[in-house]
Structures are given as C-alpha cells and as structure tokens.
C-alpha cells in the first residue's frame, strides 16, 4: 500500500492519515460483501525518500512492544493476575485485553527475576495451557486451547454471514474447524503438492524444572524431575528441558 501527502508549504505541515487495511470479499452468486479488518498494527519506523516521493512505513503488533518493556515480578500467585499485571506493565488497560476465567483459579509462584513482558506472557501461556495472540482488533488474547478447538471458525467469526462461506443456514455461528481430537481440517491451498515428510529422534529423556524451593530470602531455586524412555536404548534419542519459572510441584507426577 502507498501513501502520499502533498509537500509541507511551511506553514501547514504534510500529513498522512489512514484507517486500517481490510479485504472486500464478494462471492459468486450469493452476491454479499463483507468487510473483513486486516488487523491493528502500530508505527514503529518511518522513512522517507525524497527522489522518489515515497513514506516507507513499517508497523507491528503489540508484542513487539511488550518485548521492550520489562516487568518486575511481584507476589502475585495466579496465572490470571499475573497476566493482567504484566500486561499493564506493557502500557495495556482492560479493554485491550482478553483473559480467561480459568487462568484465575491457577496457582503459581512469581516469576524469580525481572523479565520482559513478552517472554513473561510466553511463560503464562505454557502454564495455563493457553494460546497468547492479537487478533485482529488489536486485542490481546489469553484463551484456552480446548476452547479455541471447539469453537474456532475459519476466519474468527468476521460477521453473521454464514452464507459466504458455504454454510447457508439460519444460524449465526459457522461450522467448527476441528474434529473431536482437536485437528484442524485440511484446506485447499496445498492439497496437490506432495508432502514433506522429516523423521526426527525421539526424546529419550525429559528434564522439567521446578521452581518449587522458596528460600527463606525470597529467592526460588528449581529442581529437576527426570523422565526416561525405557523403550529407547541408549542415548540415540534427544533430551528434551522445560524450564519455565512458574512451573511448580502441585502433586506426585506418576514416573
């Protein structure tokens, strides 16, 4: 997309103002249009060329913002607050956020040392099990992955217009994009080309660290739970770590 903006007079300066992007999509021959919004992104690098009178304007989503910013860790003990306060921590409010209910209801430590939001927001979404992403509204999003499995359409519920999409009933939903197992179905853009198929070690032992040794000074020291495949002989496998700092011993895992 191009922009241009006739050349400042010296007293009036240029300007450039644009909405966000969106695709008109019209389908043969239910005849409807809809407006479906590329998404939000915010202006990070601006350049301008002279010669050629063009703006080069690079804009991203939240996350590369909340990657600059860092969050110092406090006492909070659930998933669902510690998202909220880092996410403050990241300049959002309220209404730029989505977090489920049920992050809330999930105990943890705090983090045992400052952090950048973004890779803070990593650890949450590992813990709580959810997806962490911003859709096309701007809207940061913590959602569980069952959820997102059951109800998930194919383009995040742009209207009520189950026609367009060829689904030509009353209701207002589309049909869901998994099956039972959570596997999304296949679609149509490489359906020709052959697959690729990589064969890669399995992991033959699995390290977690648990953070779940709270010193009487405050500071958190993790220990390692080891698992082993017994059916791989040897170490022709890979040993695979997980190492998130609010992963803690809730009850004996079963080895």
Known sequence: MLWRSEVSDGVTA???????????????PVYLVEWIPMGTYFLTDWQNDVTSRIVTMTCNDRFLNLADTNYNPTSTTNL????????????LTSA????????????????PERLDCRTALQHIGIAGNVAVYQDRYGIVNLRPF????????YITY???QPALFGYPTASNT?????????????????????PQITLEKSVY???????NIVNADGTIEATDL???????VGTSGDSFTIDNPLSILLTEPTK
């Open 205 to 211: 032992q699995l390290v977690i660290k648990l953070y």
């Open 96 to 111: 730029n956020w989505y977090i489920d209910a049920s992050l809330y209801n999930i105990t943890v430590n705090k983090f």
């Open 158 to 160: 742009p209207t009520t």
């Open 146 to 153: 069952a959820v997102i499995d059951d109800v998930t359409n």
């Open 14 to 28: 240029a300007s450039i103002s644009a909405d966000y992007p969106s695709i008109v999509l019209t389908v043969d």
């Open 174 to 194: 589309y049909a869901k994009n998994s099956t039972a197992g959570g596997m999304k179905y296949i679609d149509f853009d490489y359906m020709y080309d052959a």
């Open 80 to 91: 669902g607050t510690l998202a909220q306060e880092v996410l403050t921590a990241g300049g």
């Open 226 to 232: 080891v698992y082993t495949n017994a059916s791989i």
